[in-house]
């Protein structure tokens, strides 16, 4: 099998765009959001050789025209969380981050993963739906007695720190598991949580899971054969009840 470490870090080379706009980078990522547009953000370089990042507002102001509240409390949690576990702070409506020359390759690669993180707050709007998807995870997990950790930050063989949903911790029947909620599984951005899995596995020999939200649209073949061709468990939500025996053993 290819190295998957070594094809994600060429994949991401060729496919992150740079363009100059009045003194900025602006950064297209090979990554979509939940209106199928690709994830962008914006560079400068100050006099002391400082990189400040920042999506210029745009990710939130996204959600907000998708009529999601941020600030309700399960939400709230979890954009602190994220914000939290990659550095990233909240300034008026931009989300931003810094680094040095010697720390870009490890914060550009975090700030990606925040902005990703943070789209995937979304909520499909629709009247059925009426619970955040990892709220609803949170709560199955909990009624079916499985123990977990929410919300954890891992650092892979490449030194890249990778956020997971939850962690499940090793049994004398099972080794550790590693859990990824895909509210909006698209194949771009499967890219990117193959990878996190691949290199948090090779540092820590774990298992990965991913529960893939399938209530409004089913999951597309290329996407459950990406995910099964590096060895993840990938699991339909309506069919949560098959996921049991792999979480409580």
């Known amino acids: 099998m290819k190295d998957l470490i070594e094809s994600y870090i060429s994949w991401l ?10 003194g900025y980078y602006e950064v297209t990522t090979p990554f979509v959001n939940h209106i199928n547009d690709y994830i962008q953000f914006y560079l400068k370089r100050d006099e002391k050789d400082h990189i400040y990042m920042t999506d210029d507002g745009e990710t939130l102001d996204n959600l907000e025209m998708a009529g999601v509240d ?3 409390p399960a939400r709230k949690k979890e954009f602190d969380s994220i914000l939290n576990g990659f550095g990233v702070v909240l300034k008026g409506n931009e989300l931003m981050t810094m680094a040095t020359p010697q720390t870009f390759p490890m914060r550009k690669h975090n700030y990606m993963q925040a902005l990703m993180a943070v789209d995937d707050l979304f909520v499909l709007a629709s009247p ?6 990892l709220e609803d995870i949170t709560n199955f997990l909990l009624q079916k007695d499985v123990r977990f950790s929410r919300n954890i930050i891992l650092q892979g063989k490449s030194s890249f720190q990778h956020k997971f949903d939850f962690l499940i911790p090793s049994s004398n029947k099972a080794p550790e598991r590693i859990i990824k909620a895909v509210a909006s599984p698209k194949k771009q951005n499967i890219i990117a949580h193959l990878f996190a899995f691949e290199d948090t596995k090779l540092a820590r020999d774990n298992e990965g899971i991913m529960i893939l939200n399938d209530l409004e649209k089913e999951i597309a073949p290329d996407v459950s054969q990406a995910i099964s061709e590096y060895g993840i468990y990938d699991f339909s939500w309506k069919k949560r009840d098959e996921l049991i025996e792999k979480l409580v053993a």
Do not use: H, T
Request: proline fraction near 0%; charged fraction near 30%.
């Open 70 to 72: 941020i600030n309700s």
């Open 13 to 22: 080379k060729q496919k992150i765009n740079y363009k100059e706009i009045n």
């Open 128 to 133: 059925k739906v009426e619970s955040f998807f």
